[in-house]
């Protein structure tokens, strides 16, 4: 059974950096496509970043690109995010998905195992 889960939201300043964790067990991460997204009250899902496989593959909406750096650790079976200059309407709640295959995806149907998120929080 996979599993993921979040870990390092909190709050920060604006312009600060945060980084999230993400720990994924029940199988090899190795053969997963790993994505971020984030859910702000009142809006959609958006994804932030997505990686392939090997991380050598990544994928950056317009919104975060610059500002925010996926990256992954195959043999700790952990995803990173990397986020600096942040806004405030970077507030939201961050989740860590994985796709059984794939290339990086901004689509949630994308991915077949989610977290339960981790706050993040830019006060102005």
């Known amino acids: 059974q996979v599993q993921v889960a979040e870990s390092g939201g909190g709050w920060v300043q604006t312009g600060g950096s945060l980084r999230l964790s993400c720990a994924f067990s029940g199988r090899p991460m190795s053969d997963y496509t790993m994505g971020w997204f984030r859910q702000a009250p009142g809006k959609e899902r958006e994804s932030v970043a997505g990686?392939?496989?090997?991380?050598?593959?990544?994928y950056y909406p317009d919104i975060v690109k610059g500002r925010f750096t996926i990256s992954r650790d195959n043999a700790k079976n952990t995803v990173y995010l990397q986020m600096n200059s942040l806004k405030p309407e970077d507030t939201a709640l961050y989740y860590c998905a994985a796709a059984r295959f794939g290339s990086p995806s901004s689509a949630h149907a994308a991915y077949h195992y989610w977290g339960q998120g981790t706050q993040v929080t830019v006060s102005s």
């Open positions: 990686i392939n496989w090997s991380g050598q593959n990544t």
